[in-house]
């Protein structure tokens, strides 16, 4: 299972939910910020192989705020387009930046090479 950055994850949740990206990762408890949240979580554990812990380290949150989102997705049924769409925008997102870091190697290396 191939991870994204979760800071890539975060952006493509974001988007999707049409919420700034300090909304999304701010403490606030209202549904509109929480249920991105979980959704974010939901992908990063179920979809990316993320462990709670680490979710939770992004997040600035308890390992059992990230379970609590997991499972709250999963009791919600968030339709599997929702998060599909999340996970490959984030894959996207992911492999731009993979291949900017690429080629701006390859310019170093080149120019340091002239």
């Known amino acids: 299972m191939s991870k994204v950055q979760l800071k890539h994850l975060a952006a493509a949740t974001a988007e999707f939910y049409s919420m700034s ?30 462990s709670l812990t680490r979710v939770a380290q992004y997040l600035d949150c308890d390992h059992t705020s990230v379970l609590h989102g997991v499972k709250a997705v999963e009791k919600r049924e968030v339709p599997e387009e929702h998060l599909s769409w999340i996970k490959q925008n984030a894959e996207h997102r992911d492999n731009y930046s993979r291949k900017l870091m690429r080629e701006s190697v390859e310019r170093m290396h080149h120019d340091g090479a002239a």
């Open 21 to 50: 990206l300090s909304d999304l990762l701010g403490k606030s408890r209202t549904r509109n910020c929480a249920h991105p949240r979980h959704v974010m979580s939901h992908v990063a554990v179920r979809n990316f192989g993320y």
